[in-house]
């Protein structure tokens, strides 16, 4: 008998170590070396697939190497990571054999002659760096085409026998381009499933959102098990947390199930050289990931950038070769002796004693943040409604203000006295664009100023998507296709990546917008993307009230823009974004942020 046997545990993801009677003791020292080691019975421990990996070299220790039993399916996964490792390390130190790149009549035979879509020139450029590793990274800036260029990558290794199926993780709004990409590049499309019950067995093509991954996770380890397979994590940049987060835990323990694995985001480094570190460990897991880190170990984004070169490929802005923007801040005012202005100056004093308490508690920031941001399209957004979303409804025309009312009492009566002017603004410019039959997408953080907004904007007959939308695909399927649908409503947390919109709509107007850089630039990118024509004319207008928060906003995300808009273009990625793995309007704040908002409140600096 075996003096150790190592399995895969029925999940998949962990691994089942049963050692020998007389070897109890050496188990029971064996296991602290294993951080996630747990004790299923006197003479057995489970520990994560992942963390095995990371740590195989403490298996050395156990006193009988020679007879330790290993499941041939566990070994396998092994072998690949080991080699995966070699590759890794050969490549951070440049001792990796040259590839020379793939012409364009090379990639297309790989493709095969089911594949039937065009590709550009940067397209094939990126196929031919992904196709020369074993597994990769795609960081080419949102709108670049990553799905056709993942999708291309996938055909060419089936076309070479190395892999029959695809589970791709992403977030929901990434599903139709996906759909999409898989009807027009292949002339046999894949069988798709969307998981959102049982795992279809027989589907080619898993598609399944991060917040569904952990319930998912053992069917999905065994589904990638049962055949070779490739997995792909579409906006990454979720899974940023790596261990420590509930997305990033599952995918570092499904990769090592996968036979190629691949990530696409054009924002990998939100948070810094941490952030490449975790979702490179899913990309090389096992001692690759330790090679990286050991790579990038003490530098800066701009060093581990260089570093890491051979493992990614990115397309800039610049060679998408779009038609520019014209972005235009609109600024509006509360009028002279205004309710609203008055009620904003009220909940400035409120909150500044507010904040000058909390100015060390970033979650009762954040909730400050939010109602100065509602308060500068209509603080009557902050009074509770009879539900969680209603709309407010606007007297129209105005009735007077009474007398001896509070102000609590008016801010929640506001809408009867006065109409917000960002609602004003909004309504002219979609009227305007309505007239010229140039559809308009509009943004606001908040679901209830989107509801508003949708009573506001009725005749212009909207469609609107937000995170209880429970027909999204119809009401995004509407604004494109429905003549007399002119208006798309939602919010940057919700639709901010993965939905393509330029062949509709060219014009955007933001009500609000929070600090986060990142998500904004995403949301830019719906209606400003590879496939636009070079006669096409995009507009943007943010609304900004004067005198409110929105003025600091609008500093803040200057600042970032700027920077960020040298540094997208940089192929060395020294600094992307500013996503959040579950983003809310107050958890976008960085030190900055905090500092501009306390000073707007006339509170002292943080200590």
Known sequence: MASLRLELA???????????????????????????????????????????????RELSRWPSPHDVDWQSELRTIVEDVHLDASAATAYLQGTAPATAPLSKDEIFELLGPEWIAPLTEFQLRDISKLLSLRHGANFSVPGAGKTRVALAIFQALRTKGLVQRLLVVGPKAAYES???????????????????????????????????????????????????????????????????????????????????????????????????????????PGHGRQSVTRAVSGGNLKHASKVLRPFFTRTTKKELNLPPVTTRIQRVAFKPGSLHGEIYSALVGEMSARAARSRDDFEALGRILMYLLMAATSPALIALGTT??????????????????????????????????????????????????????????????????????????????????????????????????????????????????????????????????????????????????SNIETNVTVLATAETIDEMVEQRLSTKLRFMGAILDDPEVEQLADLQEEPVAGRTMDSADVKAMLRHLHVGPTS
């Not at 520990?47 to 990996?53: G, T």
């Open 388 to 533: 969680k979303h209603e709309p407010l409804l606007y007297q129209a025309p105005p009735i007077e203000i009474p007398e001896n009312r509070t102000l609590t009492e008016l801010l929640k009566d506001l809408p009867n006295h006065e109409m917000s002017p960002k609602y004003e603004a909004t309504h002219d410019i979609v009227l305007a664009n309505s007239s010229t039959k140039r559809k308009t997408l509009v943004w606001s953080t908040f679901v209830r100023s989107l509801t508003t907004l949708e009573s506001i904007l009725k005749e212009h007959q909207p469609a609107m998507v937000h995170g209880g939308t429970p027909d999204r695909e119809n009401q995004i399927k509407r604004f494109r296709e429905d003549p007399d649908c002119m208006v798309l409503l939602s919010n940057p947390a919700t639709l901010g990546e993965g939905i393509s919109l330029h062949q509709v709509c060219h014009d955007a107007v933001y009500v609000d917008r929070d600090f986060a850089a990142g998500r904004y630039l995403q949301s830019l990118d719906r209606i400003h993307r590879l496939g636009l024509s």
């Open 178 to 284: 996906w759909q999409y990409e898989n009807k027009i590049c292949l002339s046999q499309p894949l069988n798709v499933q969307v998981i959102d019950g049982k795992v279809d067995a027989g589907a080619r093509l898993l598609l399944v959102n991060y917040e569904r991954l952990a319930i998912n996770e053992t069917a999905l380890a065994k589904w990638l098990t049962t055949k070779p397979s490739m997995l792909i994590l579409d906006e990454a940049h979720r899974m940023k947390l790596g261990a420590t987060g509930v997305y990033g835990a599952v995918c570092l323990a499904l990769g090592p199930r996968a036979r190629r694995r691949l990530i696409l985001t054009g924002t990998p480094a939100p948070n810094g050289v941490q952030d490449l570190e975790n979702i490179f460990g899913f990309v090389w």
């Open 10 to 56: 029925a999940s998949g993801t962990a691994v089942l170590l049963r050692s020998a009677e007389e070897h109890l003791t050496n188990l029971r020292q064996l296991a602290p070396r294993f951080r996630t080691a747990i004790h299923k019975g006197p003479n057995v421990i489970e520990i994560k697939l992942d963390d095995l990996l990371v740590n195989l």
